[in-house]
């Protein structure tokens, strides 16, 4: 079974940056990507930011150029750091991962619980 456990949101003010971090736990987990969905009240869950095994990066286009997205395939972990905040990026952020735990098992899309990220003067 993979978990995957998000930290580092909170309050900042417009303009500030924060660092999402998750790490996905379970044994011989084995991700082909992991990624950051964001949803806001009373919106649909939007994609902010995904990368792959082998690297290759894709952001929405309200993010791009603001929020970078990293990930340490031997510990599998994704990080996102988000940089000249803006209050229209207040939601809650969600970690995720598509992948096989164990590497020979099923293919299977995993969601953290998500963290706040509230960006107010």
């Known amino acids: 079974q993979v978990q995957l456990v998000e930290s580092g949101g909170g309050l900042v003010q417009p303009g500030g940056s924060l660092r999402l971090s998750c790490a996905a736990s379970?044994?011989?987990?084995?991700?082909?990507?992991m990624a950051w969905y964001r949803q806001a009240p009373g919106k649909e869950r939007e994609l902010v930011a995904i990368?792959?095994?082998?690297?290759?990066?894709n952001y929405g286009d309200s993010v791009k150029g603001r929020f970078t997205i990293s990930s340490d395939n031997v510990k599998n972990t994704v990080s996102l750091q988000m940089n000249s905040l803006k209050p229209e990026d207040s939601a809650v952020y969600y970690c995720?991962?598509?992948?096989?735990?164990?590497?020979?098992?099923?293919?299977?899309?995993?969601w953290g619980q998500g963290t706040q990220v509230t960006v107010s003067s």
């Open positions: 995720y991962a598509d992948g096989r735990a164990p590497v020979n098992g099923p293919r299977r899309h995993y």
């Open positions: 990368i792959t095994s082998g690297d290759t990066t």
């Open positions: 379970g044994d011989s987990f084995s991700p082909y990507a």
